[in-house]
């Protein structure tokens, strides 16, 4: 039977692409019964019943998944954060970066609408993504306007299954437009009331783009950590979990251990404060969670 990857999901419908072009397919009923619901980015065994219809037969192992966008198989995710409206927001960026290392997919921060910032707000940028880049992640750069960092972000698309990802109104769309132009996806204005963008994307879809297949989503609907243990929370900040190898305890938590590494780090503000910050709040968010039953 032949072999294709879904590359869009509506209404029930999941469709299929394979070297003979795209077919539509329903999944067969015995997925409902076992609970697995194929997602875009699958690679699926499906059944044709002609050129253009068909039924997906088995859904291939996986190497990752997201829920929330639905989405299978990425080799990467490209987190847009626009540099004002909304303003940037490190906490933000934070959370994104530990939901992304948590399902072991290789993170790529993306500021945008860098036209629209003045000297004092492009400085703190910049510092802001020494940081990140001292910690081990790519920033880029951007501007849908401008054209600014257009071609630095296209070789990273290249063979790869990438999530567009960041919060509603920052420009995923815009960001998409200015790379392949005849795509006009929908976009809208930031709403001044809310001060954040309307949802303007309605479904997960990868869309051919410089050789390369991007997930334009809708925002993540969710980014809380539901999954996330408190002891796994380490690995998740990759500066974190490297200054914590000299932490006394094996195991630390970076709380109120004695000899911590890490709170040494930031008292020699080797460590950003900010980002130190950040890891205890949201190790206190999974502490507080409920527990699932």
Not at 61 to 71: G, Y
Not at 247 to 267: D, N, Q, S
């Amino acid at each position: 039977m032949p072999e294709g990857k879904i590359i869009k999901a509506l209404s029930g419908f999941y469709y299929v692409a394979n070297d003979d072009g795209v077919v539509q397919c329903r999944g067969r009923g015995v997925f409902r019964k076992n609970k697995v619901t194929p997602l875009v980015g699958d690679e699926v065994v499906f059944q044709a019943e002609n050129d253009t219809e068909g039924y997906i037969m088995e859904v291939k192992s996986r190497k990752n998944e997201l829920v929330r966008p639905p989405i299978a198989n990425v080799d990467q995710a490209i987190l847009v954060f626009s540099a004002v409206e909304p303003d940037f927001s490190s906490a933000l960026l934070d959370r994104f970066l530990v939901l992304v290392e948590f399902n072991h997919i290789k993170p790529l921060i993306c500021i945008t609408k860098m036209d629209l910032t003045n000297e004092d707000q492009k400085s703190k940028l910049e510092e802001y993504a020494e940081d990140y880049r001292k910690a081990g992640y790519e920033v880029i750069f951007t501007s849908s306007e401008t054209s600014e960092g257009l071609e630095k972000l296209k070789p990273h698309i290249e063979g790869k299954i990438s999530v567009f990802a960041g919060q509603s109104g920052v420009g995923k769309s815009s960001l998409l437009n200015a790379i392949r132009p005849d795509l006009e996806l929908k976009t809208d204005d930031i709403s001044s009331h809310l001060g954040r963008g309307k949802h303007t994307t309605r479904h997960v879809e990868l869309i051919t783009i410089n050789n390369g297949l991007v997930a334009d989503t809708p925002g993540f609907s969710s980014l809380e950590f539901t999954e996330i243990e408190a002891e796994e929370l380490n690995s998740c900040f990759p500066d974190i979990s490297e200054i914590s190898e000299d932490c006394k305890f094996r195991g630390c938590l970076h709380m109120a251990e004695p000899k911590c590494a890490v709170k040494a780090a930031v008292e020699s503000e080797t460590l950003p404060e900010y980002r130190y910050s950040h890891y205890k709040d949201f190790l206190l968010e999974i502490k507080d969670r409920k527990p699932r039953y």
